[in-house]
């Protein structure tokens, strides 16, 4: 990562070391072997709250450091190398980013300070089908006793298990694929009425369905304005995909040099097969790609620090262009390992399970290609 300050720069390091010596991809290993149900180590999660990472992007006047998004994008990436499984993304990126830019005083003192401290964690409520659709939002928010009931249902939660606090996309009015008449309400895990049901995902990480039966939510439940949630909604998204495409880029890192040191030490008729040509053309490839993704996924981060007015443009190029690289990567780092790489005994089939969860998640290739066309007008 690049234009760090000297504060960044001890944050990154810190997380690098952590993640190498702490939480190696065997570690990844035994959680997935044990069937953890909350998709990540408590322990871990622990000593990354006491490293106080979770309130990197939150304000210093809410109990965080507020480093800013590169910082976050910055730890994300090196955990992201080790697979280490965490609600980083969740919680302390998106939950505290609706906060962060949604929430009432009241609302960021009282949930902002135990999500910046690890004790809490939070979890985005958002999508309802196959497909990353924000706008088809069919969980219905009818008015009700001065507040709103909740009906309907949510699938595809990353951190669902563990999240004490969800920020629930509903519809108080309009019809599913219209942008007008979405809302963000906060919902504690334990209302009534509310269930949750444990995914199993790929690549081990934590998610959950949720189902909504007649959950009351009052007036100081709501984020931001009735019916008008959608631009808070659309800019916490775009921060979630940012530090997702930041973690994808540590990932793709690490499989790519994976696959380098293995080029240099297996032998095929008599010297190294990093010699052949073919295998020297496809690496450099792989190189040149992940130089370009990392110059798309730094400019996201830095976009959001300085608030730059073209964040949903950077942010969409940053999510299309790694999700293709990992892929490439990830298929690559399989197809050049041979026998070996097709077997659960290597690591190389758990970076390319994350490469396809992590695609899926906040919008794939496709979304962000279409999107990021839209906004320049075609």
Same mark, same amino acid.
């Given at each position: 990562m690049a234009a760090l300050t000297e504060e960044q720069a001890m944050v990154r390091d810190a997380a690098r070391d952590w993640a190498r010596e702490q939480s190696p991809v065997s570690a990844l290993r035994k959680l997935r072997d044990s069937g953890a149900e909350l998709g990540f180590d408590p322990d871990a999660w622990s000593a990354i709250s006491q490293m106080g990472w979770p309130g990197v992007v939150v304000p210093e006047a809410y109990g965080g450091s507020d480093f800013g998004y590169l910082a976050l994008g910055a730890i994300l990436e090196e955990t992201g190398r080790t697979l280490t499984a965490s609600p980083l993304v969740a919680s302390a990126l998106v939950a505290a980013s609706a906060l962060t830019l949604g929430g009432s005083p009241e609302q960021k003192d009282r949930w902002l300070r135990p999500i910046a401290s690890g004790a809490l964690i939070g979890g985005l409520a958002l999508e309802e089908g196959p497909r990353h659709?924000?706008?088809?939002?069919?969980?219905? =928010?009818?008015?009700?006793?001065?507040?709103?009931?909740?009906? &309907? %249902?949510?699938?595809?939660?990353? +951190? /669902?298990?563990? $999240? !004490?606090?969800?920020?629930?996309?509903?519809?108080?009015?309009?019809?599913?694929?219209?942008?007008?008449?979405?809302?963000?309400?906060?919902?504690?895990?334990?209302?009534?009425?509310? =269930?949750?049901?444990?995914?199993?995902?790929?690549?081990?990480? &934590? %998610?959950?369905?949720?189902?909504? +039966? /007649?959950?009351? $939510? !009052?007036p100081d439940q709501l984020l931001g304005e009735a019916g008008h949630g959608w631009p808070l909604l659309e800019r916490v998204l775009d921060r979630g995909r940012a530090g997702l495409a930041a973690e994808m880029l540590g990932a793709a890192t690490q499989a790519f040099e994976m696959t380098v040191d293995y080029l240099k030490i297996r032998v095929q008729f008599g010297q190294p097969i990093g010699a052949f040509q073919a295998l020297q053309h496809r690496a450099a490839w792989m190189h040149t790609e992940l130089e370009l993704a990392r110059s798309a996924v730094e400019a996201a981060l830095q976009g959001l620090d300085d608030g730059a007015p073209e964040v949903p443009e950077l942010v969409s190029l940053a999510k299309a262009k790694m999700g293709a690289v990992l892929r490439l990567v990830s298929n690559e780092t399989i197809q050049m390992h041979g026998g070996i790489g097709m077997t659960d005994a290597h690591d190389a089939g758990l970076y390319l399970k994350r490469a396809r969860v992590a695609e899926a998640a906040f919008g794939n290739e496709a979304y962000h290609r279409e999107r990021y066309a839209r906004l320049h007008g075609f």
């Amino acid at each position: 990562m690049a234009a760090l300050t000297e504060e960044q720069a001890m944050v990154r390091d810190a997380a690098r070391d952590w993640a190498r010596e702490q939480s190696p991809v065997s570690a990844l290993r035994k959680l997935r072997d044990s069937g953890a149900e909350l998709g990540f180590d408590p322990d871990a999660w622990s000593a990354i709250s006491q490293m106080g990472w979770p309130g990197v992007v939150v304000p210093e006047a809410y109990g965080g450091s507020d480093f800013g998004y590169l910082a976050l994008g910055a730890i994300l990436e090196e955990t992201g190398r080790t697979l280490t499984a965490s609600p980083l993304v969740a919680s302390a990126l998106v939950a505290a980013s609706a906060l962060t830019l949604g929430g009432s005083p009241e609302q960021k003192d009282r949930w902002l300070r135990p999500i910046a401290s690890g004790a809490l964690i939070g979890g985005l409520a958002l999508e309802e089908g196959p497909r990353h659709a924000p706008e088809r939002t069919a969980l219905k =928010a009818e008015a009700s006793a001065g507040g709103w009931r909740l009906d &309907g %249902a949510k699938t595809f939660v990353l +951190e /669902g298990m563990a $999240a !004490g606090l969800f920020v629930a996309a509903a519809r108080t009015s309009g019809s599913p694929g219209e942008t007008h008449g979405l809302s963000l309400f906060l919902i504690p895990a334990d209302a009534k009425g509310l =269930a949750r049901r444990r995914l199993a995902l790929m690549d081990s990480r &934590g %998610a959950a369905s949720l189902s909504f +039966e /007649g959950v009351q $939510a !009052g007036p100081d439940q709501l984020l931001g304005e009735a019916g008008h949630g959608w631009p808070l909604l659309e800019r916490v998204l775009d921060r979630g995909r940012a530090g997702l495409a930041a973690e994808m880029l540590g990932a793709a890192t690490q499989a790519f040099e994976m696959t380098v040191d293995y080029l240099k030490i297996r032998v095929q008729f008599g010297q190294p097969i990093g010699a052949f040509q073919a295998l020297q053309h496809r690496a450099a490839w792989m190189h040149t790609e992940l130089e370009l993704a990392r110059s798309a996924v730094e400019a996201a981060l830095q976009g959001l620090d300085d608030g730059a007015p073209e964040v949903p443009e950077l942010v969409s190029l940053a999510k299309a262009k790694m999700g293709a690289v990992l892929r490439l990567v990830s298929n690559e780092t399989i197809q050049m390992h041979g026998g070996i790489g097709m077997t659960d005994a290597h690591d190389a089939g758990l970076y390319l399970k994350r490469a396809r969860v992590a695609e899926a998640a906040f919008g794939n290739e496709a979304y962000h290609r279409e999107r990021y066309a839209r906004l320049h007008g075609f």
